[in-house]
C-alpha cells in the first residue's frame, strides 16, 4: 500500500481512533517500563499517543513518529493538555530519515510493524531503524500470533464496539470483518462505524486496514538477517516467555 493511501486512511478515522483501538491489556506499563532503563526513545505508529504520553510522563524524552497528520495533530493536543512537550515527526516507517540523532530504544506497539507489506518493505523498516539506533540500542516489537482457524475460515462481520451520547440519544456502533490472503499472508481488515437514533440508522462509514501477519520463526530469522540479536521474546506484557499457548508476540531485539 502507498504512503498516500495509508497516511490518507488514517486521516480518515483519527477521531475514532482512541474508541476503536485500545491496544493489549497491559501494553502501556509494559512500554513504559521499558523505556525507564533509556535515555532516549523513538515511537513507531504512535497514533494518538496512546503510548508516547503515558512514558513522556514518566520523565523520559520520547519522540512519537506516525504517518497520519491528523493523529499527530490529536496527540499534541493531549500533551499540551497535561503540559507535556513531545517532538513529533509525521513520517512512513518504511522510508523515514532522521539526521543527527541517535537512540537508546524504538518501540512500534500494537500491529504498526504489520503495515510493512511485503518482506521488502519489512527489511526497509528495520534497516532504517537499525541506521538510528546507538551501538547496543534496542528495538521493541509486539504483533499478534497468526490463528489458523481465522487463516482458514476468515473472521466474519461482528461488533467490537457500543458508544452511547446521552445528550443527543445516538448509538455508534463499531463492527469489523478480517479477510486472510493465506497467499500473500496479508489480512483485509474492514471497519465500519454505524450511528443510529431512535432504532434508525443515520450514517455508516467504512474503512479498511490492511496488515501482513508474521509467523514466529519468520519473524526470527527476518530480526536475525537484518542485524539484530533476539534479546527476549515474550508472550505476554507480564514477561511471561513465549510459549504454545501464547497470543501475541512480544520481541525485545538488540542491535548488533
Known sequence: MSEKIL??????????????????PGDIEFYV??????????????????????????????????????????????????????PWIQADMRN??????KFDLVIIPYRT??????????????????????????????????????????????????????KSGIVTKTYEDVVFDRYSQVNKTNIYVERWKNGKKLSEKKYRLYLRYIFRYEAQHLFELCGYRIAALYGDFDRTAFGRKSEEMIWVLEKR
Do not use: W
Not at 36 to 53: D, F, H, N, W, Y
Open 96 to 101: 523515514f530519515i532522521i539526521k543527527r540523532k
Open 7 to 24: 497516511e490518507s486512511e488514517y486521516d480518515r478515522f483519527a477521531a475514532l481512533y482512541d474508541e476503536i483501538f485500545r491496544g493489549q
Open 113 to 166: 510493524f504489520l503495515h510493512a507489506l511485503t518482506v521488502e518493505e519489512q527489511k526497509a523498516t528495520l534497516a532504517n531503524i537499525h541506521r538510528i539506533l546507538k551501538k547496543g540500542g534496542r528495538l521493541i516489537i509486539n504483533f499478534f500470533v497468526p490463528d489458523y482457524d481465522y487463516i482458514v475460515k476468515g473472521m466474519p462481520k461482528k461488533q467490537i464496539e457500543r458508544k452511547v451520547d446521552r
Open 33 to 86: 517500563s521499558e523505556a525507564k532503563k533509556v535515555g532516549s526513545v523513538l515511537e513507531i505508529g504512535c497514533g494518538t499517543g496512546r503510548i508516547t504520553i503515558p512514558i513522556a510522563r514518566a520523565g523520559v524524552s520520547i519522540v512519537g513518529m506516525d504517518i497520519s497528520r491528523q493523529m499527530l495533530e490529536i496527540a499534541n493536543k493531549k500533551a499540551l493538555a497535561e503540559g507535556l512537550s513531545i
